[in-house]
């Protein structure tokens, strides 16, 4: 049996986008004159319940506040996509692991909660970095009917994929999103991301090293394999 495939989970796997997602939503709340700014410890807050799409619903029913909530959301999409069209870096290791795959037949694949805009602006800015290699599939917002930690998204990319059971491995970010890996039965790496500072103590395995690598993935995804042999 072979590794046929890598499934990012989330556009935080490939870059260090959480400062910006949360400079769009405070650019989005100012647009339409609602009087939030998000400091980090609130929205690594929201970001760590996780399992929906509506982060500002979320906050203005704790506040107790009536908002447009999905207006608000469609300007936070458009405000991240200009913000990471503006040129982000990649994180360590992930040119290297993109074209390990390309070259190796291991298919990519990315699920991400974010809409198409600025998954496809993350992707342009970063097209050269990666060398052009491209994802096979890609599972965004409108493509799952649940977030992370509920698993749709990484079953769907399995289901896209066409591979074999067992066949591929996750790059995870989150605690969240590695519960998502295990409920759709996928070894995973683990790849701290600045939300992960959070989710700390709810990591219960040992953390893998700050670089992202063929090496990395391989050893997980051989782990499982040899454990489910045993």
Do not use: C
């Amino acid at each position: 049996m072979t590794l046929e495939a890598v499934i990012f989970s989330g556009i935080g796997t490939l870059a260090e986008v959480a400062d910006l997602d949360r400079a769009a939503w405070n650019a989005a709340f100012r647009a339409h004159g609602i009087a939030w700014n998000w400091s980090w410890d609130v929205y690594a807050e929201l970001m760590r319940q996780g399992g929906d799409r509506q982060l500002a619903a979320r906050y203005g029913a704790h506040l107790g506040q009536v908002v447009d909530a999905e207006a608000l959301d469609r300007t936070h999409q458009r405000q991240f996509a200009t913000m990471l069209a503006g040129g982000v870096p990649l994180r360590p290791g992930v040119a290297r692991v993109m074209n390990w795959a390309a070259r190796g037949g291991v298919k990519l694949a990315l699920v991400s909660r974010s809409e198409t805009e600025p998954v496809r602006a993350l992707l342009k800015a970063t097209a050269r970095e990666r060398g052009g290699v491209a994802f096979d599939v890609a599972i965004l917002r409108e493509d799952a009917s649940h977030m992370a930690p509920h698993p749709a998204g990484m079953v769907a990319a399995i289901t896209k994929l066409g591979i074999g059971q067992g066949r591929a491995v996750a790059v995870v970010d989150t605690a969240l999103t590695r519960e998502a890996a295990q409920g759709a039965g996928l070894p995973s790496v683990v790849f701290h991301g600045r939300l992960a500072e959070t989710d700390a103590d709810r990591f219960d395995g040992p953390d893998m090293s700050h670089a992202l690598s063929p090496e990395a993935l391989t050893s997980a995804w051989r782990g499982i394999r040899n454990h489910a042999a045993e």
